[in-house]
């Protein structure tokens, strides 16, 4: 089995994240730390995490240290106020991801879990209001 692998690429107002393999609590927060450095990154876009081809191992205890990790990055990376769309391929990490959605509901951002790339990014580019 091979390890976790990412992508991140900025396709303005979006940074499109592709993951695949196993994804522990770390390896998603290594994607965190690097989506900054990133060229093109800018505070405030909207993040769509193509998750289809990665399996995620997170337990309950990792989405309440995700929060409070995402809640430090928001303000001293990523701004606040932007959407964050999950894609995920099968039920289990669905689950999971609705799991991490749940426990991130107080942060200064929008998340929503989707099972089509289409509809993850219609909700990130459509107007608020």
Known sequence: ?????????????LI???LSG???????????????????????LHTLVDGRQAHFDFMFDDAKRLNEVVSRHLDE??????RSAWV???????????????????LPLEARTFRSIDDARRWLLEPRG
């Open 77 to 82: 990376k990523r701004g606040r106020g932007f």
């Open 16 to 18: 499109v994240v592709t």
């Open 88 to 106: 995920v391929g099968a039920d289990v990490d669905f689950g999971v991801a609705r799991m991490v959605q749940t426990v991130l509901e107080d």
């Open 1 to 13: 089995m091979t390890g976790p692998t990412f992508s991140i690429a900025i396709e303005p107002p």
């Open 22 to 44: 196993p994804f522990r609590l770390d390896d998603w927060l290594g994607v965190m730390r690097a989506m900054p450095d990133t060229p093109g990154f800018e505070p405030g």
